[in-house]
């Protein structure tokens, strides 16, 4: 795997009147070629300013960015517009121009001489890729949301990039519309070979589409690695808030807050958290342990998500049986690679 | 219909061709120094909103001295400014006197109001927009006139309607230092002898332009904007 864009000690500084601003501090960072790769933050967080200097819209102060090998801060501004040919973006506002047609703002990406034909080809064989060959006549303006994003993506695709930035490019869209871009994005990955740096405040995006996530915090990346990792095993609080968002089993402890009847293990019973945390785990584990043990198995809560083509998530359960037996269904689960939490024993 | 004319505006029935004379002198100034301060404003307003600090080009420098010289001809009242102007002008124009004269003055005072209008103009257009546009690898050129100004064509059609209402205006008050045109004529006749028809029908004629400038400009910005 070659590293297509590789960041060391990035630091950007903003200067006030107020005073010095750290915006990105000791940024370390590798994208492979064909990741999807998400940073994540809170709003304010750094993650807008760091794929800004990717493509050199925004100049950082020390450290090292290299895109396909190329030093940003080393390329004259005419150097600097070729190599964005090669990296497209998409905005969270989709940022057409409200004055021309949607083929015309696909056709105003064009950079060095084409002919008119090839761009005309070019154009419509992009906005069928997108859907959206019907809408070739039609102002932005006219559009919905996930439409003018379509062209937004198609527009950026023109110059054939090896590398698409993504800016909080569904932050904008609603839920099943923010489905059917990010399934758009994973196909043109899959289908043109892109790599793809996805800037997002939603968990949910990181784990619909991203292989990799980075994890940014005032400016620092408090934890990275890849998506399955991170979500089977988050470390940094900031990481853990953000796996939480995607998942209800955390419900259970807002249920012991309330002393609900449902997560108070009767004596002799056991309030379990199972969590899938290695990829191998695919086995009927609870008829297993059910079976195996002679216990009850009585599912609260259930979350259970495909990433990277393994199960993640987990159970909240409630065991009941012999205390022996209990303790051995855990060894096992143990030994399986579960995680185990026992939240509550009576 | 005639009869009625002649009944309520005898001076200027009486005076009929000096009138329309007036009156095309007025068109010819708006037209023209509205030409000439156009193309300056669009230039200057274009300067200002590169060069501004945190602009796509940003130049301390320039972005001063434009600025500063902007402010400076907007707050001299226009009859001072004409009035002061008139040696340079007779050195740029020949005269000082006449359509000819007034141009000179029409431009320097429009122009740094029109430049404000333009530079406003381009204020609108959304910053997305010009990141997008710098992020395709556009260069400062291409970005100025593809996106600056198109996006803004709606904006700048509004601007130059409310500028050309002020020019309007202003032709009358060049009249006064010697400029012709219909606030010449209305001050002449309607003032200054007292012949009240005089200046009732130049207020109708000015009205009937000044609506018929918005009119138009409404429709072109009704053409221009998606």
Same mark, same amino acid.
Not at chain 1, 64 to 77: C, F, H, M, Q
């Given at each position: 795997?070659?590293?297509?864009?590789?960041?060391?000690?990035?630091?950007?500084?903003?200067?006030s009147?107020e005073?010095?601003?750290?915006?990105?501090?000791?940024?370390?960072?590798?994208v492979?070629?064909?990741?999807?790769?998400?940073i994540?933050g809170?709003?304010g +967080?750094?993650?807008s300013?760091?794929?800004?200097?990717?493509?050199?819209?925004?100049?950082?102060?020390?450290?090292t960015? $290299?895109v396909?090998?190329?030093e940003? +801060?080393?390329?004259?501004?005419?150097?600097?517009r070729?190599?964005r040919?090669?990296?497209?973006?998409?905005?969270?506002?989709?940022?057409?121009m409200?004055?021309?047609?949607?083929?015309?703002?696909?056709?105003?990406?064009?950079?060095?001489k084409?002919d008119?034909?090839?761009?005309?080809d070019r154009?419509?064989?992009l906005?069928?890729?997108?859907?959206l060959?019907?809408?070739?006549?039609?102002?932005?303006?006219?559009?919905?949301?996930?439409q003018?994003?379509?062209? +937004?993506?198609a527009?950026a695709l023109?110059n054939?990039?090896g590398?698409?930035?993504?800016?909080?490019?569904?932050?904008?869209?609603?839920?099943?519309?923010?489905?059917?871009i990010l399934?758009?994005?994973?196909?043109?990955?899959?289908?043109?070979?892109?790599?793809?740096?996805?800037?997002?405040h939603q968990?949910?995006?990181?784990?619909?589409?991203?292989?990799?996530? $980075?994890v940014?915090?005032?400016?620092?990346i408090?934890?990275? #690695?890849?998506?399955f990792?991170?979500?089977?095993a988050?470390?940094a609080?900031?990481?853990?808030?953000f796996?939480?968002? =995607?998942?209800?089993?955390?419900?259970v402890?807002?249920?012991?807050?309330d002393?609900?009847?449902l997560?108070?293990?009767?004596?002799?019973?056991?309030?379990?958290?199972?969590?899938y945390?290695?990829?191998?785990?695919?086995?009927a584990?609870?008829?297993?342990?059910s079976?195996? @043990?002679?216990?009850?198995?009585?599912?609260i809560?259930?979350?259970?998500?495909?990433?990277e083509?393994?199960p993640?998530?987990g159970?909240?359960v409630?065991l009941k049986?012999?205390?022996?037996?209990i303790?051995?269904?855990?060894?096992y689960l143990?030994?399986r690679?579960?995680?185990i939490?026992v939240?509550?024993?009576? | 219909?005639?009869?009625?004319l002649?009944q309520? @505006?005898?001076?200027?029935?009486?005076?009929?061709?000096e009138?329309f004379d007036?009156?095309?002198? =007025?068109?010819?100034?708006?037209?023209v +120094?509205?030409?000439?301060s156009?193309v300056?404003a669009?230039?200057?307003?274009?300067?200002v909103?590169?060069?501004?600090?945190?602009?796509?080009?940003?130049?301390? #420098?320039?972005f001063?001295v434009?600025?500063?010289l902007?402010?400076?001809?907007?707050s001299?009242? @226009?009859?001072?400014?004409? $009035?002061?102007?008139?040696?340079?002008?007779r050195?740029?124009?020949g005269?000082?006197?006449? =359509?000819?004269?007034?141009?000179?003055?029409? !431009?320097?005072?429009i122009?740094?109001?029109? $430049?404000r209008?333009?530079?406003?103009?381009l204020? #609108?257009?959304?910053?997305?927009l010009?990141e997008?546009?710098?992020?395709?690898?556009?260069?400062?050129?291409?970005?100025?006139?593809?996106?600056?100004?198109?996006e803004?064509?709606?904006?700048?059609?509004?601007?130059?309607?409310?500028?050309?209402?002020s020019?309007i205006?202003?032709?009358?008050? !060049? #009249?006064?230092?010697?400029?012709g045109?219909?606030?010449? @004529?209305a001050?002449?006749?309607?003032?200054?002898?007292?012949?009240?028809?005089?200046?009732?029908?130049?207020?109708? !004629?000015?009205?009937?332009?000044?609506?018929?400038?918005?009119?138009?400009?409404?429709?072109?910005?009704?053409?221009t904007?998606h």
């Amino acid at each position: 795997m070659s590293s297509v864009i590789t960041i060391r000690n990035l630091t950007k500084k903003y200067s006030s009147d107020e005073g010095e601003k750290i915006a990105l501090s000791d940024i370390d960072l590798d994208v492979d070629k064909g990741d999807i790769y998400g940073i994540i933050g809170l709003s304010g +967080a750094g993650k807008s300013t760091l794929v800004r200097c990717i493509n050199g819209l925004e100049h950082y102060d020390g450290g090292t960015l $290299a895109v396909n090998g190329k030093e940003i +801060a080393d390329l004259r501004s005419k150097e600097l517009r070729a190599l964005r040919s090669d990296v497209g973006m998409i905005f969270q506002s989709f940022n057409l121009m409200p004055s021309r047609t949607v083929a015309a703002n696909v056709e105003l990406a064009f950079r060095g001489k084409v002919d008119a034909k090839t761009r005309k080809d070019r154009v419509s064989e992009l906005l069928e890729l997108v859907g959206l060959t019907e809408k070739a006549e039609a102002y932005p303006g006219e559009l919905s949301g996930g439409q003018q994003q379509r062209v +937004a993506i198609a527009r950026a695709l023109v110059n054939k990039p090896g590398i698409l930035l993504s800016d909080e490019a569904t932050s904008a869209l609603d839920p099943t519309t923010t489905k059917s871009i990010l399934a758009l994005l994973r196909n043109l990955h899959d289908t043109l070979g892109l790599t793809i740096v996805v800037i997002t405040h939603q968990m949910s995006v990181i784990k619909e589409i991203c292989n990799k996530v $980075a994890v940014i915090d005032h400016g620092t990346i408090v934890e990275k #690695g890849n998506v399955f990792d991170i979500f089977a095993a988050p470390k940094a609080a900031l990481t853990k808030a953000f796996v939480a968002t =995607t998942s209800n089993l955390d419900k259970v402890h807002e249920l012991l807050d309330d002393h609900s009847p449902l997560v108070e293990p009767k004596p002799g019973q056991v309030l379990l958290r199972m969590n899938y945390i290695a990829k191998e785990v695919s086995e009927a584990l609870v008829s297993h342990i059910s079976r195996e @043990f002679s216990i009850d198995v009585n599912i609260i809560f259930a979350d259970i998500d495909i990433v990277e083509n393994a199960p993640l998530g987990g159970l909240v359960v409630i065991l009941k049986g012999d205390s022996k037996k209990i303790n051995d269904a855990l060894a096992y689960l143990k030994e399986r690679n579960i995680g185990i939490e026992v939240i509550d024993r009576a | 219909m005639l009869n009625l004319l002649d009944q309520w @505006f005898p001076n200027v029935m009486s005076r009929l061709p000096e009138f329309f004379d007036s009156f095309v002198q =007025t068109i010819i100034m708006v037209v023209v +120094a509205g030409l000439i301060s156009f193309v300056l404003a669009v230039i200057l307003g274009v300067a200002v909103t590169v060069t501004k600090p945190g602009g796509l080009h940003p130049n301390r #420098g320039v972005f001063n001295v434009i600025d500063k010289l902007i402010n400076l001809f907007r707050s001299i009242p @226009f009859i001072i400014l004409a $009035a002061s102007l008139v040696p340079v002008t007779r050195f740029v124009m020949g005269t000082a006197i006449g =359509t000819k004269g007034a141009l000179f003055p029409l !431009v320097v005072g429009i122009t740094p109001f029109f $430049a404000r209008q333009i530079q406003s103009a381009l204020a #609108g257009v959304d910053s997305g927009l010009i990141e997008a546009a710098q992020a395709m690898g556009m260069g400062l050129p291409e970005i100025i006139w593809r996106v600056y100004l198109r996006e803004a064509i709606p904006s700048i059609v509004r601007v130059s309607v409310i500028t050309l209402v002020s020019l309007i205006d202003m032709t009358a008050v !060049v #009249g006064v230092v010697g400029g012709g045109g219909l606030g010449d @004529f209305a001050i002449r006749y309607g003032y200054q002898r007292y012949m009240m028809d005089v200046t009732i029908a130049t207020i109708i !004629v000015l009205v009937l332009l000044v609506g018929l400038v918005e009119l138009i400009g409404r429709l072109l910005v009704e053409i221009t904007e998606h």
